[in-house]
DNA sequence: GGACATGACGTTACTTTATAACATCGTGCC
DNA sequence: GGCACGATGTTATAAAGTAACGTCATGTCC
């Protein structure tokens, strides 16, 4: 993601799309996992638990415990709302909720940001390779490391 | 993997393999890292840090610190001998160190084995994808969850 | 509208995974 | 032999995640 975007629109379309979702599904996105999913949403960064977990405590003035932020992400995460990166235990926000979700991320070494991709070739290599092993896939995950354009251009 | 393979051929090529890697670069394969190695070796799940401390704790009488496990393991994964599997915080004995590692692998949910794969479409798909957005690709990490063909056979 | 079922949230305690800071040991090199 | 450097030991602590159980809210059924 560019340094240079509204942001406060992403997370704006983000809840949007969230309400509309879950409305339709009848999921019930309470005003804490809206209020988590919007922590999440604050940057394009991953957010680990923990560091959401602080912002909701001091926003609230009362200490919150893990299990209250735990909760509310694993909802997220089962709505198809956020996705957990797991080579970095931390939660980003989805940009396509409600589409297939292939949980493919290009996650930039130099400013954190984890971009979303969806991409078929990468899918379809995935699946190719699974069924010559005969692997029934279920859930595949991809996080790429390295450095984003901007980050490129702009080194520190 | 399947159930069925001479595991312990396994073990001592791994080794073999490891003691001729580490000599050719220089690298110290000391005793510690060797029992390590060893450890990880012990099945084709991946095992975590502390499984291990475990094992080498029982084997020695006495307790070791978890940095001691976790300081082999970095040396281990720096030589490519051993991969670590993010979505599991694991490791697991890599089939073909000294080849260049694209860290694929395929997570069974039933038996826990994580199969290394190093196929050429998975990783030209992931390189276009990258180039296509300026990403420059420095650590891919592909970490396929699913049934292997033999859990498929046999369920439980 | 009240009893009930179900799911969301709170609270406490705890487990698992990982690292920091600093001391000591061991091996190779000159 | 003494030095340098990397490997290991030790202690303490941080970070990430979960279990068990209780209470509260929301909606449903009669």
């Known amino acids: 993601m560019s340094a240079l ?28 996992r809206r209020r988590v999913l919007e922590l999440v949403w604050s940057s394009h960064r991953p957010r680990g638990a923990y560091a959401i977990l602080e912002d909701l405590s001091q926003q609230d003035g ?25 080579s970095l235990n931390a939660y980003v926000g989805c940009a396509d909720p409600g589409a297939v979700h292939s949980g493919q991320f290009l996650v930039c070494e130099g400013c954190g940001d984890a ?5 078929p070739r990468v899918g ?33």
Chains 1, 2 share one sequence.
Do not use: M, W
Not at 134 to 156: A, D, Y
């Open 5 to 32: 975007h509204d942001h406060t629109h992403c997370i704006a379309d983000a809840l949007t799309r969230a309400e509309a979702l879950c409305a339709e599904r009848g999921a019930r996105l309470t005003a804490l």
């Open 62 to 86: 009362k200490a919150a415990a893990p299990l209250t932020v735990y909760r509310a992400l694993e909802f997220l995460v089962e709505q198809g709302l956020v996705h957990r990166i797991e």
């Open 115 to 119: 971009a979303e991709i969806d991409d």
């Open 124 to 156: 379809t290599a995935i699946d190719a390779a699974a069924a010559e092993r005969g692997f029934r896939v279920q859930r595949p995950t991809v996080e790429v490391r390295g450095l984003c354009k901007s980050c490129q251009e702009n080194p520190r």
